[in-house]
C-alpha cells in the first residue's frame, strides 16, 4: 500500500521553465491538496480539491495551476518558474475531515 | 483572513521535562484542530486531534482545547531527544496549518 506518491522527488529548474509536479493516492480518498512549505513558514495550502472534478484555491495560488485528473491523481503546474517558488512541495489526500496522509514531498530549486 | 499562530521557536527543553506547545486560531467558527508531527527532511504525521474542550491524553501526549480562548496546546511528557522535531497545528476543517514550533529535545 503506497498512500500517497509523489514524483519527481527533486527537481531544478531554470526560471521561465514550466513543469508539472505529479501526485496520486491509492487510499480512494475524495480530497487532495498542495502545499508548498518554506522556512520558518509551515505549510500553506496552494490548492485543493474536495472530490473528482472541483478545485479551489488556498493561500498562495499565485503562479500555479492545478488539475484533478481523476480520482487518485491531482497534479500541480507551473508555467513559468520564478525563484521564489523554490519550496518544498506535499500533496496530502484524505476523505471527509478525518486524517491527512501526506506524500514524501518534492524539493523544487528555480535558479 | 483565517489565521492559525504558532511560536516557531526553536523550543528547547532538557530529557525526560514537560514540553509545552502552543497554537491560537483566529475564526471562532472552527471546532477541531490535528496536531502533527514533522522530522527534518520528512513529511507531517498526525499524532493527536482533539474537538472537544478540555484535555486529550494519549500515551505521552495530551492536546488541550479551549474553545473560549481560541488556543490549543500539546504537551509532551518526559521528552525525549526522539521527539526533537517540528510541531505542526492545523484545523481539521480546512487544512490551513500555522507555521509550526520546533523543538530540540537535549539528552
Known amino acids: 500500500n503506497a498512500g500517497v506518491t509523489q514524483t519527481p522527488k527533486f527537481q531544478v529548474l531554470k526560471t521561465g521553465q514550466s513543469m508539472t509536479l505529479q501526485c496520486a493516492q491509492d487510499m480512494n480518498h475524495n480530497s487532495m491538496y498542495w502545499y508548498r512549505q518554506d522556512p520558518g513558514m509551515g505549510l500553506r495550502l496552494i490548492y485543493y480539491s474536495a472530490s473528482e472534478g472541483t478545485t479551489d484555491k488556498g493561500e498562495v495560488p499565485n503562479g500555479y495551476n492545478v488539475s484533478r485528473l481523476n480520482k487518485r491523481e491531482f497534479s500541480l503546474r507551473l508555467e513559468s518558474a520564478a525563484p521564489s517558488q523554490t519550496s518544498v512541495y506535499f500533496c496530502?489526500?484524505?476523505?471527509?475531515?478525518?486524517?491527512?496522509?501526506f506524500g514524501q514531498g518534492t524539493r523544487l530549486t528555480v535558479v | 483572513q483565517k489565521e492559525v499562530e504558532q511560536n516557531s521557536g526553536p523550543l528547547s527543553v532538557p530529557e525526560g521535562a514537560i514540553a509545552s506547545l502552543n497554537c491560537t486560531y483566529s475564526d471562532r467558527g472552527s471546532q477541531s484542530f490535528f496536531w502533527y508531527r514533522q522530522y527534518s527532511g520528512k513529511s507531517p504525521e498526525l499524532i493527536m486531534f482533539i474537538y472537544s474542550n478540555g484535555d486529550k491524553e494519549d500515551g505521552r501526549f495530551t492536546a488541550q482545547l479551549n474553545k473560549a480562548s481560541q488556543y490549543v496546546s500539546l504537551l509532551i511528557r518526559d521528552s525525549q531527544p526522539s521527539d526533537s522535531a517540528t510541531y505542526l497545528c492545523?484545523?481539521?476543517?480546512?487544512?490551513?496549518f500555522g507555521a509550526g514550533t520546533r523543538l530540540t529535545v537535549k539528552p
Open positions: 492545523a484545523v481539521q476543517d480546512d487544512m490551513r
Open positions: 496530502a489526500s484524505r476523505t471527509g475531515s478525518t486524517e491527512a496522509f
